[in-house]
């Protein structure tokens, strides 16, 4: 937890507190709203569990319609959380009358709890909080220290909806503001906000705005986003950035993942790639490999080291014994294995010799296993939790699943019917598919009602007027479908849930929908869902336009970008690594980032729209 600053009033409401014989509370003054308290602190032991409760019983001997009884309350709410006591500060903040705040406490108040939402991650509860016309009336008047709270908690918020760019202009401009031992952390903030962008955001943003300092960040984040994994060149491309910019504010304090004192080791130069290249999985790991050996070429243009790479098939030999002899043979990294039992199986050791970069995952964040590995793949729970968060967030509670009967798409289905009931949503509906169904009408018919409709129907006629004319249809109380498939499934997926009069629910879909190649005339049957996109399947958001064959199925053109990523993410892993310190990795897959020894992705979204994709504004 950040702790807040402790503004004058709140010290003197402590000394106060503390004497005996003190003054009557309606003389308590707190500073005003223009007058700066310190800006950041990273902590304060001035203030004690202790001191908090000797606020909180002061505020109830005092009157319950003054004021100063909503003033000492804020305050004792402020000190409880500087204590990490979250509940007990937002009960007794559940205690304070607003209207008798002043504008400086009214600030403290909807800030703090501000942040008590955010770290409960109630995201559409804190944008409802944000919107109120007080603070918006009040907000030109806001501390340093206040202005600060409030862009590090829209920031964040931000970056939940998927609208970074509303952070970039107020954190730039606040960062401007702030003396040169509070830049920072803002510093930090705001390179890792441009880390999230599409690249050609990065450009066309240049474009946007009149701000000089914004344009020299994006120019500086445009610069060096192709030569993320070549440590090398980033550093000399910076080093000729901050001679030509010497009055940015970056040349004087770059962000921590640019500072010379913060580089992270160079990752290593003897890697073993381990993929079963025999029956089944040839053609995924084939591909795999050929996106992995893409990165790794383009990596060999600018790099003036050259990694040395062997590859190793474990399509015919125990893991253990392929393992072994790849670090025997000099091996400092080894990444993969694929499959999902191997994987397993390295999680159930004790250590590893060498770092190991898996290519799969096991989907349980409780198996991180040893603590030289890191876990990696495509899991399409990373997808199904972002679909989650959205409609939530929108409120939409009742969901009718559509699922292949198999595969990921069964484990998909049971994962978020699972961690869905959790959070109190309701499935009104679940449809487990085979794999060569030709007409979706009749499996979706009774989930959706429609047959009972139709037997409704029947009866008014057989029994009051054989030439009645009825009309099916469909259940009401479905807000969402989710429907997981690919292409050519979900192309019949969707014509019949409009022929079933449900042509009007929003669907939801996993970036499996999606074959990075456009189909017009095809993919106008798909028309109005919206899915998770890999970035490599979205015109301009790589640095590098990323282009497997067009002939290949779905399912392999993301192998290629899996493979793609893996180069990213073992030349930058040692960064990853550095958590806080480094932000996020602009992958073909995703957003890339480290958490519990797994990687872990954030798709763009995207809709159909006249049988094209198109980026979508999530917000």
Not at 285 to 296: H, I, K, N, R
Not at 465 to 485: F, H, P
Not at 518 to 525: E, N
């Amino acid at each position: 937890m950040v702790k807040i600053s402790l503004n004058e009033g709140l010290r003197y409401s402590l000394i106060v507190a503390f004497i005996a014989g003190c003054a009557p509370p309606e003389n308590l003054q707190k500073s005003p709203l223009s007058a700066d308290p310190v800006v950041i602190e990273d902590t304060f032991d001035d203030v004690t569990f202790q001191d908090a409760e000797r606020l909180l019983q002061r505020a109830l001997k005092t009157d319950s319609n003054s004021p100063s009884r909503q003033q000492l309350l804020l305050d004792s709410a402020l000190a409880f959380h500087q204590q990490a006591q979250t509940n007990r500060s937002q009960e007794i903040l559940n205690q304070i009358d607003s209207a008798l705040l002043t504008d400086a406490d009214y600030a403290d108040y909807v800030l703090l709890y501000a942040e008590i939402l955010r770290d409960n991650a109630a995201w559409q509860v804190l944008q409802d909080w944000l919107e109120t016309t007080r603070l918006a009336q009040i907000s030109t008047q806001l501390t340093l220290g206040q202005q600060y709270r409030w862009v590090a908690i829209e920031t964040d918020l931000n970056i939940q909806l998927g609208a970074i760019e509303k952070s970039l202009l107020p954190s730039v401009t606040l960062a401007a503001k702030l003396p040169t031992a509070q830049k920072g952390r803002l510093h930090n903030q705001i390179w890792d906000l441009l880390n999230r962008l599409p690249s050609h955001r990065l450009a066309s943003l240049q474009t946007e705005t009149d701000q000089p300092h914004l344009i020299g960040w994006l120019q500086l984040a445009e610069l060096l986003r192709p030569m993320r994994g070549d440590q090398n060149t980033q550093s000399r491309l910076f080093f000729d950035w901050r001679n030509e910019k010497k009055e940015h504010p970056v040349a004087t304090l770059p962000p921590d993942a640019l500072r010379a004192e913060y580089a992270a080791e160079p990752p290593v130069t003897s890697i073993a790639l381990l993929l079963p290249l025999q029956d089944d999985y040839r053609a995924a790991s084939q591909t795999l490999l050929d996106g992995f050996m893409v990165a790794y070429y383009k990596f060999l243009e600018t790099a003036a080291e050259k990694p040395r790479l062997k590859i190793y098939d474990t399509g015919k030999r125990p893991l253990q014994n392929v393992y072994s002899d790849a670090v025997a043979e000099g091996a400092k990294m080894i990444i993969g294995p694929v499959r999902s039992n191997s994987v397993h199986s390295l999680v159930g050791l004790d250590n590893l010799p060498v770092p190991t970069l898996s290519l799969n995952r096991t989907d349980v964040p409780e198996l991180t296993g040893p603590a030289n590995l890191v876990q990696f793949g495509l899991s399409p729970l990373d997808e199904i939790d972002q679909i989650m968060e959205r409609a939530w967030r929108l409120e939409q509670r009742r969901v009718l699943v559509i699922a292949p009967e198999q595969g990921w798409g069964r484990r998909s289905s049971d994962y978020f019917q699972q961690q869905w009931a959790k959070r109190g949503g309701r499935i009104v509906g679940t449809v487990h598919y085979p794999k060569n169904v030709k007409d979706f009408s009749p499996l979706l018919k009774a989930p959706l009602h429609i047959d009972a409709s139709e037997a409704r129907g029947l009866q008014l006629r057989r029994f009051v007027n054989s030439r009645l004319k009825t009309s099916a249809r469909r259940r009401e109380d479905v807000d969402l479908v989710l429907l997981l498939g690919y292409p050519e499934v979900a192309r019949r997926i969707k014509p019949s849930l409009e022929y079933l009069y449900a042509a009007d629910l929003p669907v939801y879909a996993t970036s499996h929908i999606y074959s990075g190649s456009p189909q017009v005339s095809k993919d106008r049957d798909l028309a109005g869902i919206e899915f998770c996109a890999m970035p490599w399947s979205l015109q301009g958001h790589l640095a590098t336009p990323l282009t497997p064959e067009p002939r290949l199925h779905a399912a392999l053109k993301r192998f290629f970008a899996l493979g793609h990523d893996a180069f990213l993410v073992y030349r930058e892993l040692n960064h990853l690594q550095q958590g806080h310190a480094s932000p996020p990795v602009f992958g073909a897959t995703g957003l890339l980032s480290l958490d519990k020894g797994q990687i872990t992705r954030r798709t763009q979204w995207a809709k159909f729209e006249g049988g094209r994709v198109v980026p979508l504004d999530v917000e």
